[in-house]
């Protein structure tokens, strides 16, 4: 049967795309090897992060760097071995985390980031799925006074240009929101804006069920059999081939592999990260960041999930989850781990552009093929409102924001 999209992947970015076309009458199928939201969508920390105005720049002073380089510090991990691949890709990562370029990324992610409750919350109504969101944001904490002080002040700056809601709690002003903590901590930013789910890829799931109450075919099969036809695209699944006039690849970390077999040589690299679940320890009532470690803290359905930062690796490599048993023993000292649910953690990747900004647009040099990938550190957050973009593009409407800054023209 002819359908009039085919979108490739259905983790948060994808089945937020399938929602956005279906909305807009477009017959959609959703096209995944595996069932939706099993990918990187399920594994993040659950945060819709809508204070998240800044995206990660790449460290710009010799004493970050150094840090990096010396292995101090918890929230970056590098396989040196991979470095000589990925050079070209992160010189243009830093390049573009210069001042004036990152003033500009900042000022379009901000444009988009701000629509990410309002676009992700007549879905979660419309999915059923209101007992998987929290409502009282999360907290940043610290441990030294002089740290924390120039975090607020950044954080309430920050706040003030964008309209964001934060404060600043002191110890004891922490210990009586999470009592559960055994430290004496200098501070936390209490950002509470952001909407945090318990359980991220049931989140994914319920939407994906909403597509297909509304509509719409989620099929099983692989993107690599992606063709161009005569009229337009097709795929293989296990239902047999199926063929559109558009296709939208929403591929995430496998985005860079496709683009790159079409012909395309985008600046994509992953950001790996680990998570593992604990029960039996202390509980938390909201989400914690523990900026010393680099790790997120998240009470989920699973139980405690402890979230990592960023790991530099080749495709393939072996996981190296060095960060995450640091962060395991912080965690107990704070709390009171209780015992990990999973044998092995989680290993995921974050699907990064080296300008920070994701990539949602046509592809430059095929007709009636969609790029919607690169979201870095926030697709969870941006799948609808990015995918609102996208959908309007695709189907000839007035886009809600800019979509000059995102556009796949811009890496020709
Ligand atoms: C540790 C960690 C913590 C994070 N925390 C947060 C957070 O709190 N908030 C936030 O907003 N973001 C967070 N992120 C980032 C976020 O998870 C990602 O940006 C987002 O999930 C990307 O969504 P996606 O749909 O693009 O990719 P994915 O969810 O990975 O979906 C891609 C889909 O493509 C499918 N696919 C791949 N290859 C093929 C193929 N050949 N054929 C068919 N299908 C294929 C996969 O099966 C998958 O379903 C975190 C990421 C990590 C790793």
Redesign the pocket.
């Given at each position: 049967m002819a359908s009039e999209v085919l979108v490739?992947?259905?983790?948060?970015?994808?089945?937020s795309t399938a929602l956005a076309l279906q909305q807009r009458g477009r017959q959609v199928v959703l096209?995944?090897?595996?069932p939706?939201?099993?990918?990187?969508?399920?594994?993040?920390?659950?945060?819709?992060?809508r204070e998240?105005v800044q995206p990660y720049a790449f460290p710009r002073s010799w004493q970050a760097l150094w840090r990096v380089a010396t292995g101090q510090g918890n929230d970056v991990h590098v396989h040196w071995t991979a470095m000589p691949a990925l050079a070209g890709r992160l010189l243009r990562y830093w390049q573009a985390s210069a001042p004036t370029p990152y003033a500009n990324t900042c000022a379009a992610y901000a444009r988009l980031i701000a629509h990410c409750i309002a676009e992700h919350e007549p879905l979660i109504a419309a999915a059923g799925a209101q007992d998987l969101v929290r409502k009282d944001g999360w907290l940043q904490f610290y441990r030294k006074p002089a740290l924390f002080d120039a975090a607020f002040r950044d954080a309430a700056r920050v706040a003030q240009a964008h309209g964001l809601d934060c404060a600043a709690l002191d110890g004891a002003q922490l210990i009586a929101l999470e009592p559960a903590l055994r430290e004496t901590l200098a501070g936390a930013i209490h950002w509470r804006d952001p909407w945090?789910i318990s359980d991220?890829g049931t989140l994914?799931e319920r939407y994906a069920a909403l597509f297909v109450q509304r509509g719409g075919r989620i099929a099983q099969?692989?993107?690599?059999s992606l063709r161009q036809t005569g009229l337009g695209w097709s795929v293989q699944t296990v239902d047999g081939a199926l063929e559109a006039e558009s296709a939208v690849l929403?591929?995430?970390?496998?985005?860079e592999a496709?683009t790159r077999r079409l012909g395309y040589r985008l600046p994509l690299f992953v950001?790996?990260?680990?998570?593992r679940h604990y029960q039996g320890g202390a509980e938390l009532r909201r989400p914690m960041l523990d900026t010393d470690y680099g790790v997120?803290l998240?009470p989920m359905q699973r139980g405690l999930r402890l979230?990592?930062g960023a790991e530099f690796a080749a495709p393939g490599a072996p996981a190296t989850p060095v960060q995450l048993q640091v962060a395991e023993r912080a965690a107990d000292r704070l709390l009171g781990l209780g015992q990990p649910v999973e044998a092995q953690p989680w290993l995921?990747?974050?699907?990064c552009c080296a300008d920070m900004l994701p990539i949602i647009g046509p592809a430059p040099r095929h007709q009636g093929l969609w790029f919607?990938?690169g979201?870095?550190?926030?697709?969870?957050?941006?799948?609808p409102a990015s995918a609102r973009l996208l959908a309007e593009r695709l189907c000839g409407q007035t886009p809600y924001v800019d979509p000059t800054p995102y556009d796949p023209a811009r890496f020709r």
């Open positions: 490739l992947g259905a983790g948060m970015v994808g089945v096209v995944d090897r595996r939706p939201g099993r990918e990187t969508s399920y594994g993040n920390a659950g945060f819709i992060q998240a945090t991220p994914v099969g692989d993107a690599d929403a591929l995430g970390p496998w985005a496709h950001k790996r990260g680990y998570h997120v998240t979230t990592t995921g990747a974050r699907p919607h990938f979201h870095g550190h926030q697709g969870f957050t941006l799948g």
